[in-house]
């Protein structure tokens, strides 16, 4: 393991990647999750975050890296991350994050659709949050491959817990056409005041007239 590896992209210097808060599970693995600041004036995408696992000396013991949890970084926009370690390492004191990659995400506004997310209402109900939220297709076209993503934070905008949800592959948001869907996060630590969300989806081509 090299912590000092240096990343093979420039923008990873303009993206700021929010301190882990890690949580170990009852299986004895560890959770470390955050948030990435997109500080560039331009989206991003295929960002991928690392986490390091530091003793209380400053030693690194353990790495490992994953996907932000969002396709498009826009500008000036955050997204989740959750790297999982296996066990927990001995001597383990705390965590840091750091951009292994990130690219500019190219002609991005003809790829990605444009919807729009409102709140809907949000409960507290066995152990889960539960929200629900209305997402609207504001471009010219249909929308695909639609992810909704729900980030729950405590007061200090730590994230306490996120969950990611992909809807069925044949099914198309039509332009204007509004849709809700509710959305249960299981917080993996205390004190959750607040919630953040977003939807993503492509654009569906048309086909060229005859």
Do not use: W
């Not at 420039?10 to 170990?24: I, K, N, Q, W």
């Not at 955050?34 to 960002?47: C, F, H, M, R, S």
């Not at 390091?52 to 996907?67: H, K, M, N």
């Amino acid at each position: 393991m090299d912590a000092a590896t240096p990343t093979a992209s420039p923008y990873a210097f303009y993206l700021r990647a929010g301190a882990p808060t890690c949580y170990e599970t009852p299986l004895g693995s560890l959770i470390c999750l955050g948030q990435v600041y997109n500080t560039l004036e331009a989206p991003l995408e295929n960002v991928i975050v690392n986490v390091t696992l530091i003793s209380r000396e400053g030693i690194p013991l353990d790495d490992a890296s994953a996907l932000l949890a969002r396709a498009i970084l826009p500008a000036g926009a955050r997204g989740p991350y959750r790297v999982i370690f296996d066990s927990v390492p001995a001597g383990y004191e705390s965590a840091i994050a750091a951009i292994d990659a990130a690219e500019v995400a190219i002609d991005a506004e003809h790829r990605y659709a444009d919807l729009e997310l409102r709140e809907v209402a949000v409960v507290f109900n066995e152990q889960q949050f539960k929200v629900t939220v209305s997402v609207a297709n504001r471009s010219r076209q249909p929308a695909d491959e639609l992810v909704l993503t729900v980030t729950l934070l405590d007061r200090s905008g730590r994230v306490t817990g996120f969950r990611q949800v992909t809807l069925e592959d044949n099914y198309a948001l039509a332009p204007n056409q509004p849709m809700s869907l509710t959305i249960g996060v299981i917080p993996q630590g205390p004190n959750t005041v607040s919630f953040d969300a977003f939807a993503e989806g492509l654009l569906v081509s048309t086909p060229a007239p005859n």
